[in-house]
């Protein structure tokens, strides 16, 4: 009855109502006008880079909740530094900084058959089971190169195999019911002049400068860094005056290729056509491909996801209105907090749950928004994190804490692998230093507990050590509320997050999600945990409400009703009441008034269970103002930690109390051993009349503790009888 009640009422409003203010023809469909492309579900205006007559074929309801797959298909040296140990102590030409060196350096045959082995450890069929049954994850994003696809350079023969890998990932993830986002991570020329790029761009060898010193090896990057994808970069001016049109193409092709050998995988969530490219890339030309890339993807894969990189420019001047009206569409931001100053936890814990504006603002602008990329991290410690044997000047901030590295993940065949434990640090070195020293890896620095017992104004981590001792460590917590603050704030108000990464080679839980789900800082299950739902109750100025945006058709509003009402059937939750199918035929402001607060109630009830805020893309997330009292419940915060003093050191008293109960004890120990190893001073003692009442005992133990003669002797007895027998002599017998 519902589904012929929701039909006649949709063709009805197809017939009278333009979709989102769109010109109709009488059969319900939107017409093409002449700047138009027409695709399965939408049209596509070319100069306006705007989309029109939606048919929201794909609502994007349910939010991702994923882990990036990093380190796997591009090499990035501090994921997986058992690839890169055979470097160390090389030079020009002999050393590898990245993917385009790894294969230059070692030659096509060789480093292939080292990544086929990598390939073959490195991402499991197990692993990806292991992500699956964590209960949260539900999605995997897959950084791939575009050498995969459109060989070019040292990557000829080297990546030979690569695809077959993929294949096979994507049955297993078919498998384990998750989908996987296709990342195009490396761009012919570099995107970004990141290692992660396949090529670290801007680079030159320094070590004739350097030869009057020690004769060591060295090499610049970040000074000099470049990125030359989209054109020739002018350092001066910070801009492109000329743009390569061959490379844009380049990276173009593989998009189509990509879609051409996967479009019909049912695993496949979608594409991001490119990875963080630069801040300084021409948004003009950036958004451009960003279209067209968009074109190719609609014309053969109508449902897929295209997500776009927000080029480190979060900024809804910058993307507000772009690509407006076209579906399956969102932008991609990466927040992470290691490249922050030092900060008090609470500074971070602020920081991590502030981004919820953010990415309700850009919601509202834009359109859907995903964490792509995010983690754990608090500082800039992980080993090789801003570039193998390398750093970003100024970085590490503190000194960082070291652990044992680890044993080669894919074993010991791997040449330079474990890396040699009897050598300090080698080269070649960079302009900042980072690497292994007798065999033990820099990790980032524990949390410690604040000696104040108040970690909300505590200052130890001032001067707290890297490495803090046992009974001092509050990592555990400091890095499970962080935890729940982010995933509060990143999965309850936008279109959801992936993870980075999903391991790390040497054992850092801050950036790899199967280790802090062994240690418990991120719960296993949907994450619909209250402990997340209340984690940033105290960091919080408003609360969001999911709202109908203003102009929106009947008909979308409808299928929204009958998207909630299947979903409370299928939860067992929905009501028995006829009067929640009138809903159906209602009309005009009574039909917004009542959709509105049944997507209200439905988004506050299910968004811990990963519901978006969209809906077709007809509704709004909007801030409410809220008011903190004394009455207001936090739920699970540091407020716990606060109740006790945690480690404040004993008081002067303790101190003093302490000290002459040892001085008592080191005299009593004195005394004894003086009675059993001095026989004058025992002799003198035993005729003592204050040590009388002791030397006339007759309990054993006590004789032979202070070494006095064996009462069973006879003349010890004698002795004591003629001590009884004097006159004036208390008995002590």
């Not at 992500?131 to 575009?146: K, T, W």
């Not at 294949?167 to 570099?190: C, I, M, P």
């Amino acid at each position: 009855m519902r589904s012929l009640i929701t039909s006649l009422l949709l063709v009805a409003s197809l017939w009278h109502s333009p979709a989102n203010g769109d010109t109709t023809t009488q059969d319900g469909t939107a017409s093409t006008p002449k700047n138009g492309t027409q695709f399965k579900h939408f049209i596509a205006l070319n100069d306006t880079q705007t989309c029109i007559g939606d048919v929201h074929a794909r609502p994007f309801n349910n939010q991702i909740r994923g882990v990036n797959l990093g380190g796997w298909m591009v090499l990035e040296p501090w994921i997986t530094p058992s690839m890169f140990y055979q470097f160390l102590g090389k030079g020009e030409g002999t050393a590898a900084f990245d993917t385009y060196t790894f294969c230059q350096v070692l030659g096509a045959a060789e480093a292939n058959e080292q990544l086929r082995r990598h390939w073959d450890t490195w991402v499991t069929r197990e692993i990806i089971q292991e992500l699956a049954d964590s209960g949260a994850v539900n999605s995997l994003r897959l950084p791939v190169g575009d050498y995969m696809y459109k060989s070019y350079g040292p990557y000829d023969g080297c990546f030979d195999g690569a695809l077959e890998k993929v294949d096979e990932l994507l049955d297993w993830a078919y498998e384990s019911g998750l989908t996987v986002l296709f990342d195009v991570h490396t761009l012919k020329d570099s995107q970004n002049g990141f290692d992660n790029s396949g090529q670290a761009m801007g680079f030159k060898w320094t070590t004739a400068l350097n030869s009057e010193f020690a004769g060591d090896v060295s090499f610049e990057h970040w000074p000099i860094r470049s990125a030359r994808w989209i054109g020739e970069f002018d350092p001066d001016t910070a801009s492109y005056p000329v743009i390569n049109r061959q490379n844009i193409k380049h990276a173009l092709d593989v998009v189509s290729e990509i879609v051409d050998r996967y479009s019909g995988h049912p695993a496949v969530l979608g594409i991001e056509p490119v990875n963080e490219p630069w801040q300084y890339t021409p948004i003009k030309e950036l958004k451009q491909f960003y279209w067209e890339g968009y074109l190719i993807v609609k014309k053969a894969a109508p449902y897929w996801k295209y997500i776009m990189h927000d080029s480190f420019r979060f900024d809804t001047s910058v993307w507000g209105g772009f690509m407006d009206g076209c579906p399956e569409r969102a932008l991609d931001t990466h927040i992470y907090q290691a490249w922050r100053d030092p900060d008090s936890r609470v500074g971070f814990y602020v920081d991590a749950c502030q981004q919820k504006d953010k990415i309700a603002a850009m919601e509202r602008e834009f359109g859907p928004v995903v964490v792509g990329e995010w983690s754990l991290a608090t500082d800039n410690c992980a080993m090789w994190l801003n570039g193998f044997n390398d750093n970003l000047p100024g970085f590490p901030r503190l000194p960082c804490k070291y652990i044992p590295c680890s044993e080669p993940y894919m074993g010991r065949e791997q040449p330079g692998a474990p890396v040699d434990n009897t050598k300090p640090i080698q080269g070649p070195y960079g302009s900042g230093m980072s690497g292994p020293i007798f065999g033990y890896c820099p990790v980032d620095r524990d949390w410690l507990k604040e000696s104040s017992g108040n970690p909300q104004t505590g200052r130890d981590w001032v001067r707290a050590p890297p490495d803090a001792p046992s009974h001092l460590d509050d990592s555990d917590n400091v890095m499970t509320h962080l935890a729940y603050k982010k995933i509060n704030a990143f999965s309850g108000i936008g279109h959801g997050f992936y993870f980075w990464n999903f391991r790390t080679d040497v054992a850092e839980p801050r950036w790899s999600y199967m280790l802090a789900l062994e240690k418990g800082w991120i719960p296993k299950g949907n994450l619909n945990d209250e402990r997340i739902q209340n984690a940033c109750q105290a960091e919080d100025k408003f609360e969001f409400k999911c709202s109908l945006k203003h102009n929106i058709a009947e008909e979308a509003i409808r299928e929204a009703i009958s998207y909630i009402l299947d979903a409370n059937n299928e939860t067992g939750t929905a009501d028995d009441d006829t009067s929640r199918l009138d809903i159906l035929t209602l009309t005009g402001p009574e039909l917004r008034s009542s959709a509105g607060e049944l997507i209200e109630n439905y988004f506050e009830d299910h968004k811990g269970e990963g519901a978006t805020c969209d809906f077709g893309g007809i509704t709004m997330l909007v801030e409410i103002n809220r008011t903190v009292t004394d009455d207001d419940e936090f739920g699970w915060d540091d407020d716990e930690y606060q109740q006790e003093i945690v480690y404040s050191g004993p008081s002067t008293s303790t101190i003093v109390l302490i000290g002459l109960l040892c001085i008592l004890l080191g005299l009593i120990v004195g005394f004894i051993i003086s009675m059993h190893m001095n026989k004058k001073f025992n002799e003198k003692v035993r005729e003592s009349k204050y040590f009388k009442r002791v030397n006339s005992s007759t309990n054993s133990l006590v004789r032979k503790s202070f070494a006095l003669p064996d009462y069973s002797n006879p003349d010890e007895i004698e002795r004591l009888v003629t001590e009884q027998n004097k006159p004036g002599q208390k008995s002590y017998m």
